[in-house]
């Protein structure tokens, strides 16, 4: 038998009338018009935003619930908006952002890159998690990067990492001991060789991870301390 509606009032809804009136609710809105809401909402976050996180933000007018209306999902929605869906973002849409971006800056993106473009990006973790290091994503992308360029990067993602934990650039030690308690760093040694093991080799490598730390909004001062 066919489930009869829990209130009368339901029951005697005309189905017509309910959905021109609900056609005329949407017609408030453009496509456009929500998908630029989404953008400048991204903007202010500076990340893609939940529906929580939407319907928050004072400078917003449509409700989540009329994006979900006009584009089938919240997610569709923001892929729409050439926002990442942060929970949801496929391996191959990953791939499609770093490709997308690639072409915009007309050469192979870093990590640098992908930080002073969140919002419509995702996280450089993620890629970290999803492919084992930004290098292996960026080869599947379609990019030529070297296997001495992964290691690098790897390095200096790890060195930004340990900063943060001490407080101030790593020196040699800092790395010996850390290693101790960590394997999947890269030895200090490792490090070092990438330099040619020339005088000044470590501290190339800091200055290569203090540009890191400041790309990502961090202040390093002279010292090597950590400031903000």
């Excluded at 790890?158 to 101790?180: C, I, N, V, Y």
């Amino acid at each position: 038998m066919p489930r009869r509606p829990q209130y009368r009032a339901l029951a005697g809804i005309d189905r017509k009338a309910l959905e021109a009136f609900q056609a005329g609710i949407r017609k408030r809105y453009t496509d456009e018009q929500i998908l630029a809401e989404l953008s400048a909402c991204a903007k202010r976050l500076g990340r893609s935003p939940t529906m929580r996180e939407f319907a928050a933000d004072p400078e917003t007018t449509v409700h989540p619930q009329t994006v979900i209306e006009h584009f089938g999902s919240w997610n569709e929605a923001k892929r729409k908006a050439g926002l990442v869906p942060r929970r949801f973002a496929t391996r191959q849409e990953l791939l499609d952002l770093l490709k997308g971006l690639g072409e915009e800056l007309g050469r192979i993106p870093t990590a640098r890159d992908i930080e002073a473009h969140r919002g419509r990006m995702p996280s450089k973790s993620l890629y970290w998690h999803t492919f084992g290091s930004l290098a292996t994503a960026l080869r599947e992308a379609g990019f030529d990067v070297p296997v001495g360029e992964e290691k690098l990067e790897r390095a200096l993602e790890q060195g930004a990492e340990l900063a943060h934990t001490l407080g101030r650039l790593p020196k040699f030690a800092d790395w010996s001991e850390a290693r101790k308690q960590d394997e999947s760093l890269l030895t200090e040694w490792q490090i070092y060789r990438m330099f040619e093991g020339r005088k000044g080799a470590w501290s190339t490598f800091q200055f290569l991870v203090r540009e890191r730390l400041v790309a990502a909004g961090t202040d390093v001062a002279p010292d090597g301390r950590l400031t903000a």
